[in-house]
């Protein structure tokens, strides 16, 4: 048997008498340490074994006098003439968030992802992500005519592998796909740095005639 | 006032952004002083969740200080320091009227499968979140709890999320008296939910992970045993070893949608986004169970479909629960347990990051650098 002190686990071998694994027989499985060992070792072990005394037990738990809320129903927020919402509510929810509303070519995908499918529906969140994209590369371009455009050296972190123990692949969480990453990330700006240069050499070679 | 703001998938920086204002008679302004960033978090950075808007700012666990009050505010006053549940919730609808606090149905317009959280993308309401200097936090009576005098701040930001959802993963398990327990990730929430089900009655807890130093934690933070996947062939097999062929009683996931341990469906689900993420965890959750037992989902998932072994699920006669945590349901009790030194949610703290160095905590924490468990963020006005 384990002891469960020891840290890393070990296998369990057979618990019945007869050598035969316990999912085998009938046998209840014994516990390695009592009640006694385990409280002794373990701080605070047992104390929540009585599920009144776990907070979400049961599930449900009518008690609609405790929450802090003074109302039936909330007031409404102003503002939630057109904001997007799920077809499957009633209306805009009486508050809601009002961070980076619609806007552009990704507004316009989002809206239509919004007001057309619901959230039973693939395409309401495939649209979405389509959003997602449009919007990023429209926020990279328009960045690029700003006094600050985007700097995958600084906006990655990448440079903390520098100075956070990032060349020792061990501990790393992507040690097995560590490659795929900086293509993911730089793929498609190296993929647009190809395309722009190769569009700016056809547009000079068509003015040299 | 300076942000964390979202570029695209695995870029941020920090910003300056118009300080925001009350917007509902029950809003409160907070401004923060101790911010972190959540494993789930990283889903965002990775651009694995629909509807992440360029410009917002994420963050869902941070205590700060009330700055202003609506109108309608009774309960906290400019001056209290509070911890903020991730959720936001208005405490009256059919749901948080029985308990339910992470799926309210009166803050969320963009999606009714899930409730309201702070700066967790469009889907989850469009609020931006406490990775900066201040944050609207709408139905200030009934969401954010002043912080006790004895509570340490790190102890009060974790329980704002990583804590409260470890221990409700524990509770779902159902556990009883002697039960193995197998808890699928060493992470902040693995931790809690390991050191909670000690407080359950586990007779085993074991942990699986494949970092090192996360494995350390679980050993001396939740006295528990470990596992390193990457040591066994197959580690659904391992399960079954370990347990006398018989499959654990409880699996708790505390993993997530970028599980890795399986190449393809990580590059597939987690990298290339060919569907909603990795579900190897939940996968392994299901196989590694026993006939009849129960598997708690505490891991977080996007609503874009998986490739999950629901078949296994069906003719094992599985018992799957999972929900967000609904957190300020689980504080009363979790303050016991922290005030008795039962929970530890400080002991995993790994970094401290200033605000103004947001992108290099994303890259730390998402590769797991430096032995990086768990990093707190502080902005500058605190």
């Given at each position: 048997?384990?002891?469960?002190?020891?840290?890393?686990?070990?296998?369990?071998?057979?618990?019945?008498?007869?050598?035969?694994?316990?999912?085998?027989?009938?046998?209840?499985?014994?516990?390695?340490?009592?009640?006694?060992?385990?409280?002794?070792?373990?701080?605070?072990?047992?104390?929540?074994?009585?599920?009144?005394?776990?907070?979400?037990?049961?599930?449900?738990?009518?008690?609609?006098?405790?929450?802090?809320?003074?109302?039936?129903?909330?007031?409404?927020?102003?503002?939630?003439?057109g904001r997007e919402r799920?077809?499957?509510?009633?209306?805009?929810?009486?508050?809601?968030?009002?961070?980076?509303?619609l806007h552009?070519l990704s507004g316009a995908i989002r809206a239509l992802a919004y007001r057309r499918?619901?959230?039973?529906?693939?395409?309401?969140?495939?649209l979405l992500?389509?959003g997602?994209?449009?919007?990023?590369?429209?926020?990279?371009?328009?960045?690029?005519?700003?006094?600050?455009?985007?700097?995958?050296?600084?906006?990655?972190?990448?440079?903390?592998?520098?100075?956070?123990?990032?060349?020792?692949?061990?501990?790393?969480?992507?040690?097995?796909?560590?490659?795929?990453?900086?293509?993911?990330?730089?793929?498609?700006?190296?993929?647009?740095?190809?395309?722009?240069?190769?569009?700016?050499?056809?547009?000079?070679?068509?003015?040299?005639? | 006032?300076?942000?964390?703001?979202?570029?695209?998938?695995?870029?941020?920086?920090?910003?300056?952004?118009?300080?925001?204002?009350?917007?509902?008679?029950?809003?409160?302004?907070?401004?923060?002083?101790?911010?972190?960033?959540?494993?789930?978090?990283?889903?965002?950075?990775?651009?694995?969740?629909?509807?992440?808007?360029?410009?917002?700012?994420?963050?869902?666990?941070?205590?700060?200080?009330?700055?202003?009050?609506?109108?309608?505010?009774?309960?906290?006053?400019?001056?209290?320091?509070?911890?903020?549940?991730?959720?936001?919730?208005?405490?009256?609808?059919?749901?948080?009227?029985?308990?339910?606090?992470?799926?309210?149905?009166?803050?969320?317009?963009?999606?009714?499968?899930?409730?309201?959280?702070?700066?967790?993308?469009?889907?989850?309401?469009?609020?931006?979140?406490?990775?900066?200097?201040?944050?609207?936090?709408?139905?200030?009576?009934?969401?954010?709890?002043?912080?006790?005098?004895?509570?340490?701040?790190?102890?009060?930001?974790?329980?704002?999320?990583?804590?409260?959802?470890?221990?409700?993963?524990?509770?779902?398990?159902?556990?009883?008296?002697?039960?193995?327990?197998?808890?699928?990730?060493?992470?902040?929430?693995?931790?809690?939910?390991?050191?909670?089900?000690?407080?359950?009655?586990?007779?085993?807890?074991?942990?699986?992970?494949?970092?090192?130093?996360?494995?350390?934690?679980?050993?001396?933070?939740?006295?528990?045993?470990?596992?390193?996947?990457?040591?066994?062939?197959?580690?659904?097999?391992?399960?079954?070893?370990?347990?006398?062929?018989?499959?654990?009683?409880?699996?708790?996931?505390?993993?997530?949608?970028?599980?890795?341990?399986?190449?393809?469906?990580?590059?597939?689900?987690?990298?290339?986004?060919?569907?909603?993420?990795?579900?190897?965890?939940?996968?392994?959750?299901?196989?590694?169970?026993?006939?009849?037992?129960?598997?708690?989902?505490?891991?977080?998932?996007?609503?874009?479909?998986?490739?999950?072994?629901?078949?296994?699920?069906?003719?094992?006669?599985?018992?799957?629960?999972?929900?967000?945590?609904?957190?300020?349901?689980?504080?009363?009790?979790?303050?016991?347990?922290?005030?008795?030194?039962?929970?530890?949610?400080?002991?995993?703290?790994?970094?401290?990051?200033?605000?103004?160095?947001?992108?290099?905590?994303?890259?730390?924490?998402?590769?797991?650098?430096?032995?990086?468990?768990?990093?707190?963020?502080?902005?500058?006005?605190?």
């Amino acid at each position: 048997m384990t002891d469960p002190s020891s840290g890393t686990a070990r296998s369990a071998g057979t618990s019945s008498a007869d050598d035969i694994p316990i999912a085998y027989v009938p046998d209840r499985p014994q516990m390695r340490e009592t009640p006694e060992q385990l409280r002794a070792r373990i701080p605070g072990w047992g104390v929540d074994l009585d599920p009144a005394d776990r907070p979400s037990s049961p599930k449900l738990q009518y008690s609609p006098d405790t929450t802090g809320a003074h109302w039936r129903f909330p007031d409404r927020q102003p503002g939630a003439d057109g904001r997007e919402r799920s077809i499957e509510h009633a209306f805009v929810t009486p508050v809601f968030g009002t961070a980076q509303p619609l806007h552009g070519l990704s507004g316009a995908i989002r809206a239509l992802a919004y007001r057309r499918f619901s959230e039973a529906r693939l395409a309401h969140w495939l649209l979405l992500v389509v959003g997602d994209r449009v919007d990023a590369w429209g926020a990279h371009l328009r960045s690029f005519a700003s006094l600050h455009p985007d700097n995958p050296g600084t906006e990655t972190g990448v440079l903390s592998e520098l100075t956070a123990s990032g060349t020792a692949r061990s501990g790393r969480s992507d040690r097995r796909h560590q490659l795929l990453d900086p293509l993911i990330v730089g793929g498609p700006w190296v993929a647009g740095a190809g395309a722009a240069f190769l569009g700016v050499r056809k547009v000079v070679r068509a003015l040299r005639g | 006032m300076r942000a964390m703001t979202y570029r695209g998938p695995y870029k941020l920086r920090v910003e300056e952004k118009d300080r925001p204002r009350i917007e509902h008679p029950n809003d409160a302004i907070v401004r923060v002083q101790l911010a972190a960033i959540c494993g789930s978090d990283l889903h965002l950075y990775h651009g694995l969740m629909p509807d992440t808007r360029i410009g917002h700012t994420f963050g869902h666990e941070f205590i700060g200080v009330v700055d202003e009050v609506g109108s309608s505010v009774e309960n906290l006053q400019v001056g209290d320091r509070v911890m903020v549940p991730f959720n936001i919730f208005c405490g009256s609808c059919w749901f948080c009227a029985r308990g339910l606090f992470s799926n309210c149905h009166n803050v969320n317009p963009n999606a009714t499968a899930v409730g309201g959280i702070y700066g967790y993308s469009h889907t989850t309401g469009g609020y931006d979140g406490g990775q900066a200097e201040y944050v609207r936090v709408p139905f200030a009576d009934v969401g954010p709890v002043k912080i006790p005098d004895w509570m340490h701040d790190e102890d009060a930001v974790l329980l704002t999320d990583a804590a409260a959802t470890g221990y409700f993963g524990a509770q779902l398990g159902d556990i009883t008296e002697g039960d193995t327990v197998v808890v699928l990730g060493a992470g902040p929430v693995g931790l809690i939910a390991a050191q909670s089900s000690w407080l359950m009655g586990a007779g085993r807890v074991i942990v699986i992970d494949h970092l090192p130093e996360r494995l350390e934690k679980a050993r001396t933070m939740a006295h528990a045993e470990t596992l390193d996947y990457d040591e066994h062939d197959d580690i659904v097999v391992e399960m079954k070893k370990q347990t006398d062929h018989l499959g654990a009683d409880v699996v708790i996931e505390a993993v997530g949608a970028e599980a890795d341990g399986n190449f393809l469906q990580h590059v597939a689900g987690a990298k290339l986004k060919l569907q909603g993420g990795s579900p190897v965890a939940l996968n392994w959750a299901i196989d590694g169970v026993r006939k009849g037992g129960t598997i708690s989902v505490v891991g977080a998932y996007g609503p874009i479909p998986n490739a999950v072994k629901f078949g296994d699920a069906l003719n094992k006669g599985l018992t799957l629960r999972m929900n967000q945590t609904p957190v300020k349901r689980q504080w009363p009790r979790m303050f016991e347990h922290v005030r008795n030194g039962h929970l530890t949610p400080r002991d995993m703290v790994t970094h401290r990051f200033p605000l103004e160095d947001i992108s290099e905590a994303y890259h730390v924490f998402s590769a797991k650098l430096d032995g990086c468990i768990k990093p707190l963020i502080l902005p500058s006005a605190s």
